[in-house]
């Protein structure tokens, strides 16, 4: 079956919602999202222009950066495992990034953070974290007796471990050690390292082509196992792949800007509402759009309205996990 068919049988069940048709939503959106990073970058500039500028310049690249890995990588997520409860995050991701750099410090001190900063430990990161994916949900997807509840369960024990782990590590440590170990374990947009800007920008750009590539085929995963066999997917390799591609996009962003757990439900759970559609080739677009325009706009916002720049991922965490645990009491199952 041809690649052009598969759209068509694999949204049947899921036509666009009566309102704004799916181009003004995408637009209204996309001039938001512009709105807000102007915004951020020009308005209310005290001092030297060329300094404040360059800062703000880095800090809206890490805006697109983690706007684009979070919302991407958890609709896709959320696609392979037919829920709009999981993410990345929840499932243990975050926890491994948690480990790694309390173990960095728990043996060599914690002057080998900012010693040991750069692309080499960029690139470890990432690769733990991608073996990390594959090793476990490719075993959980592999057979055909995994299921979601399986998948749960054994994600979010391996993340409570990995986290137990790393408190007791921290325990351990010094004061000292503990509050630079401390610096690098919250969501931060404004310390972001620029010399990972190219990297992760070209990594997203290569995900988000490969993504959009397949975005019927992520229609067709809609569907389940066998529909999507029936109609001419490879389901198990569709699977592996798009594991492979979350794990980059999370590893980039939790680089980036630290760990960020909610972030990436409220801008896919917001992404499906405003689209009024189940097809991707909408929503991919608008969680990226929304997901700019909670960063940008939040922290134009917390800058020159609360003046608290520095509070506006804790912001984001608190009122997403309020925001998660509303929708999982209202809809009642995982």
């Known amino acids: 079956m041809s690649e052009k068919r598969l759209p068509a049988a694999a949204t049947a069940t899921a036509p666009i919602r009566k309102g704004l048709p799916v181009a003004a939503r995408l637009a209204i959106a996309g001039g938001l999202a512009a709105a807000s990073a102007l915004a951020f970058l020009f308005l209310f500039i005290e001092g030297s222009f060329e300094f404040a500028f360059e800062r703000r310049l880095t800090m809206l690249g890490t805006m697109t950066v983690v706007a684009f890995a979070q919302a991407v990588g958890t609709v896709v997520f959320q696609t392979?495992?037919?829920n709009r409860i999981l993410t990345p995050s929840i499932m243990g991701f975050d926890s491994v990034y948690i480990l790694m750099q309390t173990l960095l410090v728990a043996v060599f001190g914690g002057g080998v953070l900012a010693v040991t900063d750069g692309m080499p430990?960029?690139?470890?990161?990432?690769?733990?974290?991608?073996?990390?994916?594959m090793l476990l949900f490719?075993?959980?997807?592999s057979g055909r007796k995994g299921s979601i509840h399986v998948l749960l369960l054994v994600g979010v024990v391996l993340g409570l471990a990995f986290r137990s782990l790393s408190d007791f590590l921290q325990r351990l440590l010094s004061p000292s050690e503990y509050d630079v170990l401390s610096a690098r374990l919250f969501g931060r947009l404004s310390s972001?390292?620029?010399g990972y800007l190219p990297l992760a920008g070209a990594v997203c750009l290569i995900v988000g082509v490969v993504v959009w590539q397949r975005r019927y085929r992520l229609d067709t995963l809609l569907l389940g196992?066998?529909?999507?066999?029936?109609?001419?997917?490879?389901?198990?390799?569709?699977?592996?792949?798009m594991l492979l591609l979350i794990s980059l996009l999370i590893a980039m962003s939790t680089a980036l800007a630290g760990p960020m757990t909610f972030f990436g439900f409220v801008t896919a759970m917001l992404a499906y509402q405003m689209s009024g559609t189940h097809r991707h080739i909408v929503v991919l677009p608008m969680a990226f759009l929304i997901g700019l325009i909670t960063l940008a706009g939040g922290q134009f916002v917390m800058e020159?309205?609360?003046?608290?720049?520095g509070m506006l991922t804790v912001v984001i965490e608190f009122l997403g996990g309020a925001i998660f645990l509303a929708h999982l009491l209202r809809k009642g199952t995982l």
């Open 225 to 241: 196992r066998d529909a999507a066999t029936n109609l001419g997917v490879a389901h198990k390799r569709e699977l592996t792949v």
């Open 138 to 141: 490719g075993w959980l997807f």
């Open 192 to 194: 972001a390292e620029p």
């Open 121 to 133: 430990k960029l690139i470890t990161q990432t690769l733990l974290m991608v073996g990390f994916t």
């Open 304 to 309: 020159h309205v609360f003046y608290a720049s």
């Open 80 to 82: 392979i495992t037919h």
